[in-house]
Structures are given as C-alpha cells and as structure tokens.
T-cell receptor, first 112, second 114 residues
Framework: GQQVMQIPQYQHVQEGEDFTTYCNSSTTLSNIQWYKQRPGGHPVFLIQLVKSGEVKKQKRLTFQFGEAKKNSSLHITATQTTDVGTYFCAGERSYNTDKLIFGTGTRLQVFP | SQTIHQWPATLVQPVGSPLSLECTVEGTSNPNLYWYRQAAGRGLQLLFYSVGIGQISSEVPQNLSASRPQDRQFILSSKKLLLSDSGFYLC?????????????FGAGSRLTVL
C-alpha cells in the first residue's frame, strides 16, 4: 500500500539552529498537510499545500511541496524550545479524498 | 465553533476485558470521523473512518470495531482486549471536502492493557 516516509526519525538541535524534516510519498498526492504534536498532546494542523512547487511560510516555518507532488519539506529557522514536538506530514490521494495517509513523523528535541 | 470531545482520557484494562471509547463532535453536521492509534513514540495508524451514519471503513484487520450510531458520534469498541491494543487512541473529524480534508483531533485516550 501507499507509504509516506519522513526523515529523519529524530533530530536533536541546539536552540537557535535550523531544522528540516523531509516527507516522501510512494505515490502522487493531491495535497499535503503538516501537523505538530507536542509531547503528551494531540496532533494540531499547521498548514496545507496544494500546488506543485508551492512554498508557504509561517513565521520561522517554511513549507514546500515538490514539483512532482510526491515530496514535501518543513524547515524551521532558528529553533526555539517551543518547537519541541513531533512533526507529521499527511497526504491526500486524489482517488480517495476521505482519508489522509500520515507520515512516520520526525521528533524534534531542542536543547536550550 | 466546532469542538470534539473524546473520553475517557486514560484507562487501564486487563487482557480479555471489553473496551468502549467514545467521541462526539459539536458545531458541525455530517462530518467525516476517524479513529487513529498511536503506539508509544510511533506514527499515526488509521483504524477506521466514517463518512456518514452507519458507514464504517476499516483500514486494518484487528481486534477492534467502530460504530457511528449518530451523525456526530463515533465509538471504538473491542470485545476482548489484547496486550497489543495498548496505545494512544485519537478521534478526529473533518469536513470531508476534497482538497480541504483538514483533521481536527480530540485530546486522545491513552489505553494500557495489562
């Protein structure tokens, strides 16, 4: 079945360093979403990308959707301790838009 | 505004006992409803989803079942729990609109099977 993989699985950074997580799908996606889950919490929607090659920014976060609509990335500039959590990408397939396929997640730890 | 409630928040159950987790959504009608499971430190596994009353799609063969007796109520059940059923269960809803299927999650139910 379709898989959505994320790398790295874990990332430890010093506060102020940059961080990037990559999301790769085995099939083309109609759109991609990103969620953040704080430790002990539930996933919270961050953003959705729809267009091929689309780039969106939210303050220190930059999201990109690949040209082939099979990969995506999330880049955080100058991480802060509040960025700690697990970041998931989730893809929607064009032939079944009723469900999202979540990526494996990247757990980010930020040391002060 | 829309809200999603999920309970109980935590529970500890013996192997072989039944399970019932409940989820309700307020402030919307005919939502898509979902049950996900998250093992410790792992990703989100879709268990069931529903696009309407009485309509349940199962993603993974397992020891669990789901029901949607009312438009905004989604229930996850088991007749006999296994150790492997332990995990963090998350209910979610979406508007079910193609291209805008954003999920809003409940706070989750943490199940430990002993």
């Amino acid at each position: 079945g379709q898989q959505v993989m994320q790398i790295p699985q874990y990332q430890h950074v010093q506060e102020g360093e940059d961080f990037t997580t990559y999301c790769n799908s085995s099939t083309t996606l109609s759109n991609i979403q990103w969620y953040k889950q704080r430790p002990g919490g539930h996933p919270v929607f961050l953003i959705q990308l729809v267009k091929s090659g689309e780039v969106k920014k939210q303050k220190r976060l930059t999201f990109q959707f690949g040209e082939a609509k099979k990969n995506s990335s999330l880049h955080i500039t100058a991480t802060q301790t509040t960025d700690v959590g697990t970041y998931f990408c989730a893809g929607e397939r064009s032939y079944n838009t009723d469900k999202l396929i979540f990526g494996t997640g990247t757990r980010l730890q930020v040391f002060p | 505004s829309q809200t999603i409630h999920q309970w109980p928040a935590t529970l500890v159950q013996p192997v072989g006992s039944p399970l019932s987790l409940e989820c309700t959504v307020e402030g919307t009608s005919n939502p898509n409803l979902y049950w996900y499971r998250q093992a410790a430190g792992r990703g989100l596994q879709l268990l069931f989803y529903s696009v309407g009353i009485g309509q349940i799609s199962s993603e993974v063969p397992q020891n669990l079942s789901a029901s949607r007796p009312q438009d905004r109520q989604f229930i996850l059940s088991s007749k006999k729990l296994l150790l492997s059923d332990s995990g963090f269960y998350l209910c979610a809803w979406s508007k079910g609109q193609a291209g805008a299927n954003v999920l809003t999650f409940g706070a989750g139910s943490r199940l430990t099977v002993l």
